[in-house]
């Protein structure tokens, strides 16, 4: 069946129009089924990660509706508030906006943490047609009546999965509670797990459900491989695979993933001491520093970007060709986003994941969220055969799927048959100081946002 194209759709002109502009013909599979029922004014409840073209699947809907129906909104008030985790996201959401409504007459702001407020209680004074926010700032500007939410029709949550981890629960509640019973709500996350169903349940009315399974994505698009080696010579696989991205044609630009802060500027220290190019980004960072620094990586000045994964969120950058996973994350979700950060908009990326002794653990985890073994890549000076080897029997231990993959490497040796002895898998869960900083750029919030 070929798919239906973006101009058999009943978008308004200027839509269409810039659309053809940016040579989208046709709808992504979220797109293609949550555009239709959006347009017909339903809720939705939608499973679909960063990278599959969820933002225009929203973005699109609510930018009709707003070019059909021009409204005078309230001072303080806005017609369609979309909340993210991060000020990060909210930026690439408010781009999106800005850029699928180039023809359109609307106005939006962003609010979010960690700059000054006074430009963003300005720019509600008059009222916008979209305001994008994260939690923490928007109740705080709630709270000083400097916007008022009573008059909003379109609600979307944005990366809900992200939303719950980061602490960010009771805050959504308390702002769904401000808004009035008549609108219609939008709720995206990557992952479905039953404390997101409750709260969707909570929130929604009568949703159509659109499941874009994260694995099958993921796994599809992506070339992913993992890396079994000692922690030392980490940064030697790295800067090898790096040497390889330099004399690639496209697809130069390179993720590397630290789980810590401080782990994230030592390597970009160290890499910028051996000759590659790279900058650090996390939550200790200021906007302007994190700005100033994807731009550089955008245009390839510093095309390696070390980052947490708190910071990467929300970065859209079309020529990622590598992500690195210099530590495996310890919340297996976080993994899939991470990979998802290449292969944007349906171009070829690669990820390859490092996993030391103490890592095994997280990737165990990972393979039971994404339903399959992550392939392996053996064929590096590096390669420790006896970890890999325990790592198969820690996940055959555990029930896990067997045989593994092995993508581009050489048979492993050793016992592949599943040995049911669970040893060595301590996993020292959590080590390190996470970078939860800050998302919303609230102070001294509790929860893990604080931590
Ligand atoms: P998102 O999942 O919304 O972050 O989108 C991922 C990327 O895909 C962005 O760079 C979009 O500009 C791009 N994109 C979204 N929809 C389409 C489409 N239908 N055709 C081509 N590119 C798209």
């Known amino acids: 069946m070929t798919p239906t194209p973006f101009e058999a759709l009943p978008l308004a002109a200027p839509i269409l129009r810039v659309l053809r502009e940016l040579?989208?013909?046709?709808?992504?599979?979220?797109q293609a089924q949550a555009i239709p029922l959006l347009l017909a004014g339903r809720d939705l409840l939608g499973c679909a990660q960063t990278g599959t073209g969820k933002t225009a699947s929203f973005a699109l809907p609510i930018l009709h509706a707003i070019h059909e129906r021009p409204k005078?909104?309230?001072?303080?008030?806005?017609?369609?508030?979309?909340?993210?985790?991060?000020?990060?996201?909210?930026?690439?959401?408010?781009?999106?906006?800005?850029?699928?409504?180039?023809?359109?007459?609307?106005?939006?702001?962003?609010?979010?943490?960690?700059?000054?407020?006074?430009?963003?209680?300005?720019?509600?004074?008059?009222?916008?047609?979209?305001?994008?926010?994260?939690?923490?700032?928007?109740?705080?500007?709630?709270?000083?009546?400097?916007?008022?939410?009573?008059?909003?029709?379109?609600?979307?949550?944005?990366?809900?999965?992200?939303?719950?981890?980061?602490?960010?629960?009771?805050?959504?509640?308390?702002?769904?509670?401000?808004?009035?019973?008549?609108?219609?709500?939008?709720?995206?996350?990557?992952t479905l797990a039953p404390s997101i169903v409750e709260l969707a349940q909570t929130i929604l009315k009568n949703p159509a459900r659109v499941t874009i399974d994260p694995g099958t994505t993921t796994a599809e698009r992506i070339e992913h491989q993992v890396c079994f080696l000692d922690r030392e010579n980490k940064r030697h696989l790295l800067e090898q695979l790096l040497r390889g991205q330099a004399a690639a044609t496209s697809g130069k630009l390179t993720i590397v993933f630290s789980r810590t802060k401080h782990g994230a500027n030592k390597l970009a220290k160290s890499l910028c001491e051996a000759g590659f190019p790279a900058e650090a980004i996390h939550g200790n960072k200021s906007q302007a520093q994190r700005e100033k620094a994807l731009e550089k990586?955008?245009?390839?000045?510093?095309?390696?970007?070390?980052?947490?994964?708190?910071?990467?969120?929300?970065?859209?950058?079309?020529?990622?060709?590598?992500?690195?996973?210099?530590?495996?994350?310890?919340?297996?979700?976080?993994?899939?986003?991470?990979?998802?950060?290449?292969?944007?908009?349906?171009?070829?990326?690669?990820?390859?994941?490092?996993?030391?002794?103490?890592?095994?653990?997280?990737?165990?985890e990972i393979e039971k969220v994404i339903k399959m073994p992550v392939p392996r890549w053996d064929d590096h000076a590096w390669h420790d055969e006896g970890l890999a080897d325990r790592h198969l029997r820690l996940r055959s231990g555990g029930g896990m799927i067997q045989g593994g993959g092995n993508r581009g490497g050489r048979q492993g040796g050793g016992s592949r048959q599943g040995g049911g002895s669970r040893q060595g898998g301590g996993g020292n869960r959590g080590g390190g100081e996470r970078d939860y900083s800050n998302a919303s750029g609230r102070n001294n919030r509790r929860g893990p946002a604080s931590r």
């Open 72 to 190: 005078q909104i309230k001072p303080r008030g806005c017609r369609t508030l979309v909340l993210t985790p991060t000020r990060e996201l909210a930026g690439q959401v408010g781009k999106s906006f800005s850029t699928y409504g180039a023809h359109i007459r609307f106005k939006q702001t962003l609010i979010y943490g960690g700059v000054g407020q006074n430009p963003q209680v300005s720019a509600m004074r008059g009222g916008v047609d979209v305001l994008v926010a994260t939690p923490g700032r928007l109740l705080d500007l709630i709270d000083q009546r400097a916007v008022d939410l009573s008059g909003v029709e379109f609600f979307v949550l944005d990366e809900v999965d992200r939303m719950l981890d980061m602490g960010f629960a009771r805050d959504v509640k308390r702002i769904v509670s401000l808004l009035p019973a008549t609108r219609q709500s939008l709720f995206f996350s990557a």
């Open 297 to 364: 990586f955008k245009k390839g000045l510093t095309p390696v970007l070390v980052a947490t994964d708190v910071a990467a969120r929300g970065v859209d950058v079309k020529d990622v060709g590598l992500v690195v996973n210099f530590d495996l994350p310890n919340e297996p979700e976080a993994y899939v986003h991470r990979i998802g950060r290449t292969g944007r908009a349906g171009a070829e990326g690669r990820a390859v994941s490092f996993c030391a002794e103490d890592e095994r653990e997280f990737l165990r």
């Open 23 to 30: 040579n989208y013909d046709t709808p992504s599979p979220v």
